[in-house]
């Protein structure tokens, strides 16, 4: 699974940017699809999630109210509308693939990481 981002960029405080990625390959096993961040001196962290098909979100309280997580489950494709844009909110974004495996009660993921797409806001 290849993973390819767009949309970065940069924003003044209280704007908004709308990131992109797009999955290729094998693509039909995806079983979710999210963006996490990564800022300078910090870990990586979870920002939003979908459920291919039912399209269950979930979200980081930090950006609850100002982030919208949608995706295409037929182009595996999934969106990420930021809004309100915080300094705080600047970091490398990365898409990411989850493939869940299931035998039995034991579940196996595999997870495909984009390039990461830099969002910088400032104040």
């Known amino acids: 699974v290849q993973l390819v981002e767009s949309g970065g960029g940069l924003v003044q405080a209280g704007g908004s940017l709308r990131l992109s990625c797009a999955a290729s390959?094998?693509?039909?096993?995806?079983?979710?699809m999210g963006w996490y961040r990564q800022a300078p001196g910090k870990q990586r962290e979870l920002v939003a999630t979908?459920?291919?098909?039912?399209?269950?979100?979930n979200y980081a309280d930090s950006v609850k109210g100002r982030f919208t997580i949608s995706g295409d489950s037929a182009k595996a494709t999934v969106y990420l509308q930021m809004n309100a844009l915080k300094p705080g909110d600047t970091a490398v974004y990365y898409c990411?693939?989850?493939?869940?495996?299931?035998?039995?009660?034991?579940?196996?993921?595999?997870?495909?990481w984009g390039q990461g797409t830099q969002v910088t806001v400032s104040s």
């Open positions: 390959g094998d693509t039909f096993t995806i079983n979710a």
């Open positions: 979908i459920l291919r098909g039912e399209g269950t979100t």
């Open positions: 990411n693939a989850r493939k869940d495996r299931y035998s039995g009660y034991d579940v196996t993921s595999s997870d495909y």
